[in-house]
């Protein structure tokens, strides 16, 4: 049966799921659908919601932009919002990034990264246009994004359109020489532009996690070679991995950087990719051949920035890093009870970020127990979208204990009912 909607949703088959659940409210951790039921937002709304849906200090700063200015093109104009944001992004974000380049979401920030990445190469006369990515990763669904994600179910349609990408194989545990090797090995080749990595942990890939030392030994390779290295900090960004940037538990400082979700604390669609001096130095010129083609009509919208302004003021107004220390200390409290459980396995954690793998000869994201986990979920009142048998929590920081009881109940329940 077809849905009466005429609204197409992402990643949703809906010959399988006609009808989504219509939300009337959020607040907190917690979402309130227009039936009345209350939701558990255990994913903060596909990993963008930081301190809780609504949070009172960003929606005043939205209601306060609308009253001033609410959009003017970037290209030619600026505005107070952009200009701020900019500068206090660079204060935090990790050394030697110097630029921001606006754009509207996680996808888009790394084909700017990309596009500079390339564009950096061309106009200092090195023929320098391969891109190198590890096995696994996702990158957002772009064709620069699809193209140095992982190859497969997502993207197989479009493959006429991707371009080819050199790929690293992921360092599992006893395994991260070969990782390191084979990327030493492949910018010993040559006509390597860049090295794009999800940092510490890979995301829509399967939540796997490898050490901060690989990630230093990757930028230290890259160094060595002159390739540009490229953080996708999308998902990673905002103190999911327990630090503000996942880059900072490795000390490492990318050329190139991509921040998205988080940005505005999950209230409005924003990305920022930032770059060393020299990158945009390389596009500094009177021929305007040399000009950075690229833009989208909402570039630095002033709202969203606003909004963005106001979630960094958060950061530095309330324990913010003590929410995340409690939410990593409940999320190792509710795993201790699967880590001896024969029903899971791969039990693992990184900062605010849990996940578990059923134990199943069914996995894979398009293993039917991915749809069922889901809907046991979501009849207890948690918003869980597992990556095939993969169960992964990454809630709101003001979630409490108590709340995330309420998730892991669920997992040992569904676990028993799918047993």
Known sequence: MKSMSPVWHPFT?????????????GEGAWLEAADGRRIFDAISSWWVVTHGHRHPHIVQAIKDQVDRLDQVVFAG????????????????????????????????????????????????????????????AYHGDTVGGMSVGERGVFNAPYDPLLFDVERLPFP?????????????????????????????????GGMLI???????????NCEAHGVLFIADEVMTGWGRTGTLFACEQASVAPDIACYSKGLTGGSLPLAVTLCRADIFDAHYSTDRTRTFFHSSSYTANPIACAAALANLEIWEREPVMERIAGVTAFHTKGLDGFRDDRRFANVRQIGTIAALDIAATDAGYMADIGPRLYRGFLARGVLVRPLGNTIYIMPPYCSTAGELDLVYDAIGEIAAEIE
């Open 77 to 136: 104009f600026t505005h107070e919002p952009a200009e701020k944001l900019a500068r206090h992004l660079i204060r935090i974000a990790p050394p030697a990034l110097e630029y921001v380049f606006f754009s509207d979401s996680g996808s888009t920030s790394v084909e700017v990264a990309l596009k500079m990445a390339l564009g950096f190469w061309r106009h200092q006369g090195e023929s320098r246009s391969r891109i190198l990515a590890l096995e696994g």
């Open 172 to 204: 599992s545990v006893g395994r991260e020489q070969a990782t390191l090797d084979a990327l030493n090995a492949a910018c010993r080749k040559g006509a390597i532009a860049a090295f794009i990595v999800e940092p510490l942990i890979l995301g829509a």
């Open 210 to 220: 490898y050490p901060p030392w690989v990630l230093a030994e990757m930028k230290r």
């Open 13 to 25: 088959q809906h010959a399988l799921q006609p009808e989504a659940v219509l939300i009337a409210g």
